[in-house]
């Protein structure tokens, strides 16, 4: 959106000011951050495995971190009493499965909103992990041509589901909601052509 106001020379913004394009949040900072925070709600965590749970899932995007991190927290605080509450890899699963339930009216909405090909391709992309979604070993498990699944996979940029991301191997298809792919996970896992899409650890 950032980018559509300050590059489109169509918009009033257009060229304001200088660019500068930034990354994540450094991992380590916001492992620590997360660390203190539980710490200091009187909670103990018991590996840093399970604070890089909480970012691998929600993808290091902060406010999808935010969600994850507190559905965590409302866990340990409910269900366990505060001395022994414990932050785990298996509390992390626990808060994103029930996270995303909350959210399952809006996902399931999105989804039977979308064609049969856009549904495949969304389960190829977290199968493939967003990377290499147009060589023949995936065209040929959708079941469509390498034009299709291109077409497809616009439609579900122009849409705001799928956004690119360049880096030094390549480009690499991201969901621009992490938890409706954890939705896709645990819901909408089906076979696509000879392979089947699986929860990852």
Request: aromatic share 10%; charged share 20%.
């Amino acid at each position: 959106m950032l980018n559509a106001m300050t590059m489109d020379a169509s918009r009033p913004f257009y060229r304001l000011g200088s660019v500068r394009f930034l990354g994540s949040v450094p991992r380590p900072d916001f492992e620590a951050f997360l660390g203190t925070k539980f710490v200091e709600s009187g909670f103990k965590v018991q590996d840093a495995s399970a604070i890089s749970l909480i970012l691998d899932l929600a993808e290091d995007v902060p406010y999808n971190v935010q969600m994850l991190a507190h559905s965590c927290w409302d866990q340990l605080r409910d269900h366990v009493p505060i001395r022994s509450a414990i932050l785990t890899e298996a509390v992390v699963r626990q808060a994103l499965e029930l996270l995303v339930r909350q959210y399952d009216p809006f996902y399931t909405q999105l989804w039977t909103a979308l064609t049969s090909i856009q549904q495949r391709t969304l389960q190829a992309v977290v199968k493939q992990g967003g990377v290499k979604l147009q060589s023949m070993t995936v065209v040929r498990s959708l079941g469509r041509g390498p034009s299709t699944v291109r077409r497809s996979l616009g439609a579900l940029i122009d849409r705001n589901i799928l956004r690119e991301e360049e880096s030094a191997n390549g480009i690499r298809m991201r969901f621009e909601a992490p938890f409706f792919a954890q939705w896709i996970r645990l819901f909408a896992a089906e076979p696509v052509g000879s392979f089947e899409i699986t929860q990852t650890s």
